[in-house]
């Protein structure tokens, strides 16, 4: 059974600082998915990583997939309060469906 | 524009009773999918289909019957077998396993 773990499951961080959320899992897997959702929103898609050693970024967030170690990162950089959600990583070994991590809540404080 | 509609955004049930939540796309996704999500949880996959006419239980189908008759439209029923309804229901559709999924906006079921 592939199991996704994230840590850390909430992070509070101040702006301005830098920070590192991870997504370890447990069966190979070329493609892997970072969402994002606001309070009682639904979920968005923020980066698709296809290939071990992607890499993508978008303003201050950048992920990356290492296979081998079967692990993702989503850097933060510089937070800002907008960046406040909900981080969820999910994995599709198959390319059938998607097992979620159970998400990172991030607060930015001022 | 393309998306995902789910429908309705709120939908209360009472005890015994079935409801069907609405999932229709005009993507041209071949795959659809129907997750829960409880409060301060991630999301766990109750039924998904990869074509017409062929659907595939999740973790937690019990409880829970799918239809997908055409390829646009995957609706969801709620059964009065599911002792514990009241979630978040996301659905999703996929060009499968390459782009990630498109969510609809979800439904808030309440049983009352």
């Known amino acids: 059974e592939l199991k996704v773990e994230q840590n850390p499951l909430f992070l509070s961080m101040q702006e301005g600082k830098n920070y590192t959320i991870y997504c370890n899992y447990s069966?190979?897997?070329?493609?892997l998915y970072w969402y994002r959702q606001d309070p009682g929103k639904s979920l968005e898609s923020l980066f698709v990583l296809l290939s071990n050693g992607a890499v993508k970024q978008e303003g201050r967030l950048m992920a990356s997939l290492d296979t081998k170690a079967r692990l993702s990162t989503l850097h933060i950089t510089a937070a800002v309060h907008d960046l406040s959600a909900t981080y969820f990583c999910a994995v599709d070994p198959n390319a059938g469906k998607s097992t979620f991590g159970d998400g990172t809540t991030l607060t930015v404080k001022p | 524009d393309g998306g995902i509609t789910q429908s309705p955004k709120y939908l209360f049930r009472k005890e015994g009773q079935n409801v069907t939540l609405s999932c229709e796309q005009n993507?041209?996704?071949?795959?659809m999918y129907w997750y829960r999500q409880d409060p301060g949880q991630g999301l766990r996959l109750i039924y998904y289909?990869?074509?017409?006419?062929?659907?595939q239980k999740g973790d937690i189908a019990e409880g829970y019957s799918v239809s997908r008759e055409k390829k646009e439209s995957f609706p969801l029923t709620v059964t009065s077998a599911q002792k514990n309804p009241t979630a978040f229901y996301l659905c999703?559709?996929?060009?499968?396993?390459?782009?990630?999924?498109?969510f609809g906006s979800g439904t808030r079921l309440t049983v009352v």
């Open positions: 993507l041209n996704h071949d795959a």
């Open positions: 289909s990869q074509i017409v006419n062929d659907f």
């Open positions: 999703a559709s996929s060009t499968t396993g390459v782009y990630g999924y498109t």
């Open positions: 069966t190979t897997s070329d493609r």
